[in-house]
Nanobody
Framework: QVQLVESGGGLVQAGGSLKLSCVAS????????MVWYRQAPGKQRELVAS???????SYADSVKGRFTISRDNAKNTVYLQMTSLKPEDTAVYYC?????????WGQGTQVTVSS
């Protein structure tokens, strides 16, 4: 049974920082690309950052220079360090793991940035 469990969300003031974690079980973590998405109220889900199984990373333009994705294969965990947060970063953040035709999602964690 595959599980992705996100944590680390919360309420933070603009300019602050949060670090999200996503722990995976039931998959060979090191084989999977890991992606953070977010969905704000009334908006479509958007890709925030991704890391390949080899550790290469990419980011949405809106978060470049502020967010950092990293992974620890020994802990089956992917992180999203978020700094200089803005009110427009407010969303539910989801973790996704994919490998070939398989794709798995976590339940999401709420991030709220107050102005």
């Amino acid at each position: 049974q595959v599980q992705l469990v996100e944590s680390g969300g919360g309420l933070v003031q603009a300019g602050g920082s949060l670090k999200l974690s996503c722990v995976a079980s039931g998959i060979i973590f090191s084989d999977h690309a890991m992606v953070w998405y977010r969905q704000a109220p009334g908006k479509q889900r958007e890709l925030v950052a991704s890391t390949t199984s080899g550790g290469s990373s990419s980011y949405a333009d809106s978060v470049k220079g502020r967010f950092t994705i990293s992974r620890d294969n020994a802990k089956n965990t992917v992180y999203l360090q978020m700094t200089s947060l803005k009110p427009e970063d407010t969303a539910v953040y989801y973790c996704n793991a994919y490998y070939r035709l398989s794709s798995y999602w976590g339940q999401g964690t709420q991030v709220t940035v107050s102005s």
